[in-house]
C-alpha cells in the first residue's frame, strides 16, 4: 500500500513554491516508519535537500534543510511555521542531523533553539524561535506526525526531454496531418467565445509555435474589451518549409452579455461559410443577403469544420447568468445543426500557486481539475472536450511546456473536425461519395 502525505494540495503547494518551486517525494513518515530518529536518518540521509513537516494539534512546523543530510555533518538549516495559507521561516544556521533530531539521546539546549525529539513525541523550542515563527508562547509542540520529503527540481532533466520529445512528435503529427477522406484542403476552425477570452491570443500562440519564434500577427486588446472586430480567416505557413498549414482559424468579435457582441444570425453564416474573411461585424444587425463580403453558395471548404468555445480559466466562475444561457443556447443549436465543439481553457497559468510542473501533469492539480469540472457544471461540456493552454502574451522565447499545451489542443480541434466530415450525408453536395469513392479507387 503506498504511503501518503497528510498534507493538502493547498500547503503542499505554498511549501513548494516557497523553498524554490521543488516536487516533493515522501521518505518518511512517522506513523508509518515508526517515531525512531535512527530510522529517519537512514531513510532521509544523503538523498539532497529535504523538507521535514511535523504535524501538531494546532500547527504546522518543519525544517528545510538546503543540503543533504549526513553523519556528523551540519547542514544550514531554515526552520517554517505554515498558519493556513501563510507561511513564515527563521534561519536556524547550521546543524547537525543527529542534533536536529536527537539521535543518540543528544539533549536540548539553549544555543540550538529548536529540536525533534521523535521518541518522546515532542519538539522543543526556544521562545525567540517561537516569536519569530509567529507562534503562540509554547515552546513544546506534540507531534501527531512527522513526514520527510526529498525536494527535487519540478522540471528535471528527464521531463524537460519527455516534454520536447512530446512537442517534436506533436508538430509532426500536425504538419503531417490530412482532413478525413481528404474532404477539404484545410479544417476552417472557429474561435468562439466571451470578448477578452484570449481567442486572437491562442491564434498568434499557434502561429508562434509553427514559425519557431513569438510573433503577433493578430491584434490583441490589453483588457477585457477585446480588439476583433473583424471577421478574420488565419492560414498558416509552417515556418519549417513555407507551405500553408491543413487548418484555418477563424476569429470573431466576441460573445457579448445581453445584446451586444457578435450577433447569433452572424454566428451561423459564419458556420455555413457566407461570410468572407476581413467582414466588418454590426453588433446591431447581422450581415445581409447581397453584402459585398457575403457568399451567396459556399461549398464545404468555405463552411467551419469545429468550433472551440474559448474561456478565460479565471473568468468562468464569474460567468453571469446571461452568458451562461447564450452559451447553453449556441451549444444546443450547434448540436441540432451537427457541428461539433470543443472548449478551450485560457490564462492558466494566472492562476494562483499554479508552476509550469503543474502544467505538465495538468490531471494531478486540483485547482486546474475544478476549473474543468466547473466548466462540466455550467456549461456542459464533457471533461474529454475541454483543453487548457497558457498563450504567449509578453515572452519573447518559446516554451516546451506551452508548446505542448497549445499543440495538444490543436489536435483535439483537428479530431473533432474529422468527427464532422465523418458524419457527413452521404448526398450532400455529392463531395462526400465521390472522394470517397476515388479515394478507395486510390487504394485499390
Known sequence: MAVTTRLTWLHEKILQNHFGGKRFSLLYKGSVHGFYSGDLLDRCCNQGPTVTVIYGEHHIIGAYAEESYQERKSASIILFALQETKISEWKLGLCTPE?????????????????????????????????DLGLVQNCTISIQDCEVFRCEDLLDERKIKGVTELRKSLLSALRTYEPYGSLVPQIRILLLGPVGAG?????????????????HQALVGTNRTGISERYRTYSIRDGKDGKYLPFILCDSLGLGEKEDGLCRDDIFYILNGNIRDRYQFNPM??????????????????????????FDTNSVEHFSSQMIVKIKRLRRELINAGVVHVAL???????DLITKGDLIEIDRCVPLRSKLEEVQRKLGFALSDVSVVSNY????????????LILSALRRMLWAADDFLEDLPLEEEGIKERTLSSVHKEEN
Open 199 to 215: 481567442k486572437s491570443s491562442f491564434f498568434n500562440s499557434v502561429r508562434s509555435v509553427f514559425q519557431g519564434h513569438v510573433t
Open 393 to 404: 502574451s509578453s515572452e519573447w522565447e518559446l516554451d516546451p511546456v506551452k508548446d505542448v
Open 285 to 310: 444587425e447581422s450581415i445581409k443577403l447581397g453584402h459585398r463580403d457575403y457568399i451567396d453558395s459556399p461549398s464545404l471548404k468555405d463552411r467551419i469544420h469545429c468550433v472551440a468555445f474559448v
Open 99 to 131: 542534533r536536529l533530531f536527537c539521535y543518540d539521546n543528544i539533549q536540548y539546549n539553549s544555543t540550538t533553539n529548536f529540536q525533534i525529539e521523535l521518541g518522546n513525541r515532542k519538539v522543543i523550542m526556544g521562545s525567540k524561535t517561537t516569536e
Open 345 to 351: 481553457l485560457t490564462h492558466v497559468d494566472n492562476m
